[in-house]
């Protein structure tokens, strides 16, 4: 893949730089990252695929999990949540942190084959806990289902970094130094179901595996006057916690293709 895919070697690269000379005296590289480090970024985008079916299978031990911010999770066990992920690290990983009663994940996606795929999955474990939802809009019935899930104490996974339908609702973030388009299909969602919200990120670091729980909001009330302004105000605060992220674990992140460009 990496020998023949030009245009993620380029993504790969474009976004390692970005982040080398973002972090400045911090970076997580010694030099300017060139073609060696694609190849490293793609190797753990493997790795990371492989990771994804041992989660599906259950094969991750808790054992080999650091959880940071736990208590976030804790308090919204069997209740209704919002879990906002990106394009980074391994969120399937999630199957294996442990609670003292099973948690039901709904994962929000655009994909017509969203009911086969969830039957692969039982297939591969008959105890599953993660449901994959599809969606052609987010309209009134939609809502009505995530918002059913909700009062069930289920979870809802939403991707904030690509929106499962085609949308121009986005708003310019800056990102590791430069704008790019953040889409805003997460957050108002959020706001219209009126449940906690919290970001997660979970990857693997060496031989082990991190998540990290971040706390965004009880609930999100964006005001009518100047909304835009509210939506934006939090997209940034999850775009930093991001970046952090990124800091730490610089291959992890997955969108292989031109990011700041998405128009």
Same mark, same amino acid.
């Given at each position: 893949?990496?020998?023949?895919?030009?245009?993620?070697?380029?993504?790969?690269?474009?976004?390692?730089?970005?982040?080398?000379?973002?972090?400045?005296?911090?970076?997580?590289?010694?030099?300017?990252?060139?073609?060696?480090?694609? %190849?490293?970024?793609?190797?753990?985008?493997?790795?990371?695929?492989?990771?994804?079916?041992?989660?599906?299978?259950?094969?991750?031990?808790?054992?080999?999990?650091?959880?940071? *911010? !736990?208590?976030?999770?804790?308090?919204?066990?069997?209740?209704?949540?919002?879990?906002?992920?990106?394009?980074?690290?391994?969120?399937?990983?999630?199957?294996?942190?442990?609670?003292?009663?099973?948690?039901?994940?709904?994962?929000?996606?655009?994909?017509?084959?969203?009911?086969? %795929?969830?039957? %692969?999955?039982?297939?591969?474990?008959?105890?599953?806990?993660?449901?994959?939802?599809?969606?052609?809009?987010?309209?009134?019935?939609?809502?009505?289902?995530?918002?059913?899930?909700?009062?069930? *104490?289920?979870?809802?996974?939403?991707?904030?970094?690509?929106?499962?339908?085609?949308?121009?609702?986005?708003?310019?973030?800056?990102?590791? *130094?430069?704008?790019?388009?953040?889409?805003? *299909?997460?957050?108002?969602?959020?706001?219209?179901?009126?449940?906690?919200?919290?970001?997660?990120?979970?990857?693997?670091?060496?031989? !082990?595996?991190?998540?990290?729980?971040?706390?965004?909001?009880?609930?999100?009330?964006?005001?009518?006057?100047?909304?835009?302004?509210?939506?934006?105000?939090?997209?940034?605060?999850?775009? !930093?916690?991001?970046?952090?992220?990124?800091?730490?674990?610089?291959?992890?992140? /997955?969108?292989?293709?031109? /990011?700041?460009?998405?128009?």
């Amino acid at each position: 893949y990496w020998v023949f895919s030009t245009t993620a070697r380029q993504a790969s690269v474009q976004y390692l730089q970005k982040l080398h000379d973002f972090a400045g005296a911090f970076s997580p590289f010694e030099g300017v990252p060139q073609l060696p480090q694609t %190849f490293t970024h793609l190797m753990q985008f493997g790795e990371c695929i492989l990771d994804k079916i041992e989660g599906w299978l259950g094969r991750v031990s808790d054992q080999n999990l650091q959880l940071h *911010g !736990h208590e976030h999770f804790r308090e919204h066990y069997q209740k209704g949540a919002i879990i906002v992920v990106s394009h980074f690290g391994n969120i399937e990983l999630l199957r294996a942190v442990k609670s003292e009663h099973p948690q039901k994940i709904n994962v929000l996606v655009y994909q017509k084959h969203a009911t086969q %795929f969830n039957q %692969f999955l039982k297939k591969l474990n008959q105890h599953a806990d993660v449901n994959l939802l599809s969606v052609d809009a987010l309209g009134i019935e939609t809502a009505l289902i995530l918002q059913q899930k909700l009062d069930q *104490g289920e979870w809802i996974i939403l991707a904030a970094d690509r929106v499962p339908i085609q949308s121009d609702r986005i708003q310019p973030i800056e990102f590791l *130094g430069e704008h790019a388009d953040w889409p805003e *299909g997460a957050w108002i969602l959020a706001n219209l179901l009126k449940a906690p919200v919290l970001a997660v990120f979970c990857y693997r670091v060496k031989d !082990h595996f991190e998540v990290h729980i971040h706390n965004i909001a009880a609930q999100l009330n964006f005001p009518r006057k100047d909304r835009a302004t509210a939506i934006r105000q939090v997209m940034r605060v999850y775009v !930093h916690l991001l970046e952090q992220h990124c800091l730490r674990a610089p291959y992890q992140w /997955f969108n292989f293709y031109n /990011f700041w460009n998405k128009r």
